[in-house]
């Protein structure tokens, strides 16, 4: 019987969930069709490339040394995909694409079967619209398939712990056999994708379950020991890649250092070097980090998220102990678990959050369909009225500054598209500013994806320069200084072979002819006073795309901040 408090919500979601969806997976695959960005994109596309061409799944290079930061499991899928679609961006960031699809499969799942149909579809709707999981599909790294994989493996794992704790898992169903091999593989991916600190959100939301519903049988349970043990053993192929590469050559020079350990790094120095600042790898923490990010990066609702949370919170106390919904705690508690870490790191990046999208969506969609009071609905109403006259607002003025061709026509496109959802959709239940939200989220995220990045992306030179040795007969070689900054997009971009010398060895490299290096076009004036004589084959302006900035936005100042980079012709 459908209740009459949500009947708006039902009827609204039986209408336009497939209508919505659609076009929000279509904006996400949009990055398909995108340059990849500088540095970290180009950096993990490179080192797939390496796999890929060298059919050497066991070692991570860069620039012919040993590379030692990220587990395996990212590189594999890209450098599978290399070997199917070719070696470009588009087969880079499709499995990423995939694994963020099997992140949406799956807040449906966990969502269904924890609350419905009605929660798990604004839990898909949310998820698939939420800003930074957009960005993330166009600016691929590990975090897309770490989202899909914590959300997979949780779900399995919460089929797993309905079945009763005191039964044997011998005697139970094959279907509970397939979900707890299917949650151990999932864990084991997670862990060869980031490392140890991923099974936090896995654990986090199963135990503060069990523990405000008092099942502590779980904990005795020995079909979870049997999830270590498996999750352990699906890891084996990484733990046998770190030994052959690192531990079993204790010569091998990795920061600074001989005699590192690669298991020890995957299991200690990667995630807990981090968090304690005490790694190769370091940052400076501020705990107040996530809680300002997330005002961005959950757009268009973040805002609605934190009411979520508090309300949330405030029932923990009135529920312990008592029946209730049976993992109605798990998305609070992956959530809280790792954004309290995140938090207390020294080393923070927006990305980080990504992972933990599943959840937010699930408990912004549980706050909004279970709203009955006047006051909370007035709270929503106002909150996205503002929000969804900011997003058109920041749009306009987005276009304006960039000074797109064809200014004129894009803005009066924008300016229509931006006023159709008020005067679409009218009315004061929930669904109505919702559909408003979602619809100009969408309008700024296809902007983004489909007008700012092919526009912008013309200032990455070595996309560019890469692109031009393509067209350009004549080049089998291409040199990078490495005294200059360094630059992945040339290396995965490049037909042709790329190799790192230092300045001292360009002599060296110009006895089979003049050579062609690519670098900062500062660089000119030192190359000619080592006596070589060089020449501009092509010069390209360069930003760093990843880090925008108003100046490089705003057209009438954007020459201030670029860089020149050239191709360099040099002969002795």
């Known amino acids: 019987m459908t209740d009459p408090h949500n009947a708006g919500w039902e009827s609204w979601l039986q209408k336009w969930f497939v209508r919505l969806l659609i076009p929000a997976i279509l904006v996400n695959a949009g990055g398909l069709l995108i340059d990849i960005l500088e540095p970290d994109g180009a950096l993990y596309a490179t080192i797939a490339k390496t796999i890929a061409r060298s059919g050497d799944f066991i070692n991570l290079y860069v620039d012919g040394k040993d590379w030692l930061d990220k587990p395996h499991f990212p590189f594999w899928m890209a450098a599978l995909s290399f070997r199917f679609l070719g070696i470009n961006g588009f087969a880079y960031k499709f499995p990423a694409l995939l694994f963020w699809g099997i992140g949406a499969w799956y807040t449906w799942r966990l969502a269904l079967s924890v609350y419905g149909k009605p929660i798990a579809q604004l839990s898909t709707l949310i998820y698939v619209s939420a800003a930074h999981l957009v960005i993330s599909n166009n600016d691929v790294r590990a ?57 936090l959100p896995i654990a986090g939301g199963l135990i503060l379950d069990w523990l405000i519903g008092r099942e502590f049988s779980q904990f005795r349970a020995i079909r979870w020991w049997i999830a270590i043990v498996l999750t352990f053993l699906f890891t084996l192929p990484e733990i046998y890649c770190l030994y052959v590469q690192f531990d079993a050559h204790p010569e091998k020079q990795v920061f600074g250092h001989t005699g590192v350990s690669g298991v020890r790094w995957f299991f200690w120095d990667s995630q807990f070097g981090r968090f304690f600042n005490t790694g190769p790898i370091r940052g400076s923490g501020d705990p ?3 809680f300002h990010t997330l005002l961005w990066a959950f757009l268009p609702w973040s805002v609605l998220l934190y009411a979520a949370v508090i309300q949330k919170c405030r029932g923990i106390r009135a529920s312990w102990g008592r029946p209730g919904v049976a993992g109605d705690w798990i998305c609070l508690g992956s959530a809280l678990s790792s954004f309290i870490l995140f938090s207390l790191s020294r080393f923070q990046l927006p990305h980080y959050l990504n992972i933990l999208f599943p959840f937010f969506s699930i408990l912004t969609a549980g706050y909004l369909y279970g709203i009955r009071r006047k006051g909370e609905q007035q709270f929503v109403r106002i909150v996205q009225g503002i929000i969804n006259v900011i997003l058109p607002v920041l749009l306009l003025a987005l276009c304006w ?73 004549g080049i089998s070689t291409l040199y990078l200084l490495r005294e200059a900054p360094v630059n992945y997009s040339i290396e995965f971009y490049s037909p042709v072979p790329v190799r790192t010398i230092p300045v001292d060895s360009l002599t060296a490299a110009l006895l089979n002819g003049p050579a062609t290096v690519f670098a900062p076009s500062r660089f000119r004036d030192s190359l000619q006073k080592r006596g070589y004589s060089v020449d501009d084959l092509q010069q390209f302006p360069n930003f760093h795309i990843s880090q925008l900035t108003g100046e490089f936005l705003n057209d009438r100042t954007r020459s201030s901040v670029l860089e020149a980079y050239s191709l360099l012709r040099i002969n002795h």
């Not at 009066?412 to 598209?417: F, P, R, S, V």
């Open 401 to 473: 500054f960039l000074h797109l061709s064809g200014r004129p026509v894009i803005l009066a496109g924008l300016a229509i598209l931006s006023l159709l959802p008020f005067l679409l959709f009218r009315g004061r239940e929930l669904p109505i500013p919702f559909t408003r939200s979602f619809w100009l989220a969408m309008l700024v995220f296809a902007f983004v994806n489909f007008g700012l990045y092919p526009a912008i992306l013309r200032y990455q030179a070595g996309t560019q320069a890469g692109r031009w040795i393509g067209r350009t007969p």
């Open 143 to 199: 975090e897309p398939y770490l989202t899909g994989l914590i959300i997979g493996s949780v779900y399995h794992f919460y089929k797993v712990s309905r079945a009763p704790a005191s039964r044997q898992l011998a005697g139970q169903s094959v279907r509970l056999w397939l979900h707890l091999v299917a949650g151990s593989l999932f864990a084991a991916a997670a862990l060869m994708t980031k490392g140890p600190f991923a099974l």
């Open 288 to 290: 107040f980090f996530y």
